[in-house]
DNA sequence: GTTCCCTGA
């Protein structure tokens, strides 16, 4: 380790943890303003609570600086006991906060981003074996736990934003109590705004609690519409609600205005760009998860090369800043990583009069970031969730109600500037307030469980019954997952993983994909799955924008389409963005979405990289002689994994019967199908206006009996059309046994489970070891082996 | 004749 145990104070005038050991005067200046967030004074109590707990829950409210303090505090805890239990991590719900937090801390600290204090997301790894302060994505945490079960590079593990429940952040609370039973010597700090949340400290049991007082000295005033304003006029009362306080609130706090999803926080900027007679210019400032972290530009005021006057010494921290009156809580400040690739921002600055902010977010800023120049809140109340449908298994988007845990905090995020009273507009009736649910719904009571439980099960959780969920999800989202991995062989009947599960486990992606891929060794597509894979997992490839929907639609067709299949249309996608050197102004003129093909290729190599740790890879003569086998073949690789996922047509009219659900769909109109196949395997399935299927390849029903006898075994489908198609195939089929009544089809030695299949993997090979995980790099240079495609 | 993605890397 490359730094020297020093004194245990931050106070001290030598960084005890940094190489240049003198504190920068930006180090202090920073101190200044930590020094007054509410929860330094609490800074004594945690310290010795720590030391003598083996859980600290470290509760406050947004604004009072617990996310960039309690790392601090617990890196001094660490440090004090020479690291011998490890470094301190700190698991943060979403990427773009854990890379703005761990920016904002590494600088408080004057330490060196992506050295001492780094940070990890599915997507980057800033941080070095020199490393003493981690933050990590929360479920980039969860991962570690295979790879590492005792988590035993950590002294310290900080669970932040605990009141959002996220999957992530619930399961890994659940698996640290077993490893807290193991590890006398670790450490668990649960931070949260509310404890009442998820009824934590009865959950933890015996624990330290340290409250952080609230700020106090201002409170905010809250207004409510008369009337209930209708999701459709939410972005218009809401720009109509910025306009009227920038032109009649005078004291020129920012305003932040928080919307339901990223389409409409971009509509209200659009309109508020459009507003023409405003008494003075608005810098307005869209924030919603999707967005990198160099693309917050202007959240935070960052003066770049126009550093407070005070400046010696600030070599270390180019562009990393904020003013004096801004205090970040897990702030991103402003930049752009300025480590990463030293990319400037040109952003406006605060000399003089900087125009007023109107920062538009979805609920991302709800208590994760945090701006103390906001003076004004408009609170649309809504929030955009996925919700899953258990009992026909599709995701559904919802906008629903906020909960009135949130609506406290948005209202309180008027209120950070230090002295002034702050107000927040709520657009909803007073009344309304009494119908929100008190807290945030746990995320696991309305997701897709399925690849949630294979990575239990490969964390070794026997009994899902038994297992100590904060809160536990309904039996019916348990069984629907334990049933989906048993169709799929990735457990067995009593519910163990098999080898084929834990291959599947090493897949970051839905088991049913990861067994697509598994499965494109045999059929000799291994190349052409992965493409496909790849850009299944990033963000859609196809754009749409509604002032072009007609051009993208004829594009998409006409260069992209291929018979039969949406999934052969993203590998022409593919192609044809290589082959037009994975240009921009390509994209953008054929309507495709340049940051997530760029995102691609690096995906793509990885999950080659898993195969071939694996030691899984094409088999030679599997290889397909012809087009239309190959085409064939990554058909039936799809199939392999998408089996359940099957719909065929009732009529001729376009209304498909979901096999095993009784559930009529039609296509979804973006598919590049151009007539209407007899059977088709989906992606998706979406319920919104209409039931709809996405990103559809047509197949063989054929195909799905030798894939999965017993699921399509006709004496296990539901009396209707799909029963009485299956039953004519297996008449006609080989399969179909001379003599024998139909509904004993299925009975022992007829349609037995596909025999396992060899995945040419060595046994015992198992698990990845650790530090694999983010040594692609050098393995992807010699994947020759792996063929091109043309 | 029109869903949005919190996350895995």
Excluded at 61 to 73: A, E, L, R
Excluded at 190 to 207: E, H, K, L, P, R
Excluded at 532 to 545: D, K, N, S
């Amino acid at each position: 380790m490359s730094w020297d145990p020093g004194p245990d104070s931050l106070d001290f005038e030598l960084n005890p943890y940094g190489h240049s050991l003198v504190f920068s005067s930006r180090y202090y200046q920073l101190l200044g303003k930590r020094k007054d967030l509410p929860i330094y004074a609490c800074k004594e109590q945690f310290m010795t609570a720590i030391e003598k707990s083996q859980v600290v829950l470290v509760e406050g409210k947004v604004g009072s600086g617990k996310t960039t303090q309690v790392p601090q505090w617990c890196v001094e805890f660490v440090h004090g006991h020479r690291y011998q239990s490890g470094i301190v991590g700190c698991a943060e719900p979403a990427d773009l906060v854990t890379c703005a937090v761990a920016q904002r801390v590494t600088d408080e600290m004057d330490l060196v981003f992506g050295e001492e204090v780094g940070y990890c997301t599915a997507l980057e790894d800033f941080s070095t074996q020199e490393t003493i302060l981690r933050f990590v994505n929360d479920s980039v945490l969860l991962r570690e736990i295979a790879v590492d079960p005792l988590l035993e590079r950590y002294g310290v593990i900080i669970l932040d934003e605990v009141q959002r429940r996220t999957v992530a952040t619930d399961l890994t609370m659940a698996l640290l109590g077993d490893i807290l039973s193991q590890r006398s010597d670790m450490r668990v700090v649960v931070v949260t705004t509310s404890i009442q949340a998820g009824n934590f400290q009865s959950y933890i049991g015996a624990c330290e609690v340290v409250k952080v007082p609230g700020a106090g000295d201002s409170t905010t005033e809250i207004q409510h519409t008369q009337d209930v304003v209708h999701d459709g006029k939410c972005v218009e009362e809401a720009v109509k609600r910025v306009t009227d306080i920038h032109a009649n609130d005078g004291d020129n706090g920012d305003i932040l205005v928080f919307l339901a999803d990223e389409k409409e926080v971009q509509e209200a900027c659009r309109r508020l760009r459009d507003v023409d007679d405003l008494p003075a210019p608005l810098q307005i400032i869209p924030v919603f998860p999707s967005l990198s972290h160099n693309q917050l530009h202007g959240l935070y005021d960052v003066p770049d090369e126009e550093q407070e006057p005070t400046g010696q010494g600030l070599e270390e921290h180019p562009g990393n800043e904020d003013t004096p009156e801004e205090v970040v809580e897990n702030d991103g400040n402003e930049t752009e990583d300025s480590a990463h690739d030293g990319d400037e921002e040109d952003d406006d600055t605060i000399s003089g009069e900087r125009p007023r902010k109107v920062i538009v977010a979805t609920d991302i800023a709800d208590s994760c970031l945090v701006v103390d120049t906001v003076g004004f809140v408009v609170d649309s109340g809504r929030v955009r969730q996925e919700v899953f449908n258990a009992r026909v298994r599709a995701t559904q988007d919802l906008v629903s109600l906020i909960s009135r845990l949130s609506a406290d905090q948005r209202a309180d995020l008027a209120s950070l500037r230090p002295g002034k009273p702050g107000k927040c507009f709520r657009l909803y009736p007073e009344d309304f307030t009494e119908d929100l649910a008190a807290f945030p719904n746990p995320e696991i009571h309305r997701v897709n469980l399925t690849p949630w439980i294979l990575l239990l099960k490969r964390l070794g959780v026997e009994d899902l019954l038994k297992f100590d969920f904060p809160d536990p999800p309904a039996t019916e989202f348990l069984s629907g997952a334990m049933n989906q991995l048993k169709h799929l062989d990735a457990v067995d009947e009593t519910g163990c993983l098999t080898d084929l599960g834990a291959i599947m486990s090493e897949f970051p992606v839905d088991p049913q994909l990861a067994r697509t891929i598994i499965a494109s060794c045999e059929y000799g597509c291994c190349e052409d799955i992965l493409t496909i894979a790849a850009l299944l997992t990033v963000p859609p490839v196809f754009l749409r924008p509604p002032e072009a929907a007609q051009a993208a639609d004829d594009v998409r067709r006409r260069k992209f389409a291929r018979a039969g299949s949406d999934h052969l249309a993203l590998i022409n996608v593919y192609h044809a963005f290589r082959q037009n050197y994975q240009d921009e102004l390509w994209c953008s003129s054929n309507y495709l979405n340049f940051d997530a093909l760029r995102m691609t290729d690096d995906i793509r190599q990885y999950f080659g990289a898993i195969l071939e740790r694996l030691e899984l890879g094409p088999c030679e003569d599997s290889e397909p002689k012809t087009e239309e086998e190959r085409v064939k073949n990554i058909k039936r690789a799809l199939a392999e994994g998408y089996f359940m996922q099957v719909a065929h047509d009732l009529d001729g009219t376009g209304n498909y019967f979901i096999v095993k659900e009784t559930q009529v769909v039609q296509l979804h109109p973006t598919t590049c199908l151009d007539s209407n196949p007899g059977w088709v395997l989906y992606h998706e399935f979406v319920l919104s206006e209409r039931n709809y299927i996405t990103t559809l390849t047509e197949i063989e029903p054929q195909w799905l009996f030798d894939i999965a006898p017993k699921y399509f075994d006709p004496t296990n489908l539901p009396q209707g059309e799909a029963r009485r198609r299956f039953h004519s195939i297996l008449v006609k089929s080989e399969l179909a046994v001379p003599g024998k009544p139909a509904r004993e089809w299925a009975g022992p030695g007829v349609a037995q489970p596909a025999a396992p299949r060899n995945f040419h993997s060595q046994a015992g090979r198992g698990p990845v070891q650790h530090g694999q995980m983010r040594e692609r790099k050098e393995e992807d240079d010699d994947d020759s082996k792996l063929c091109v495609v043309s």
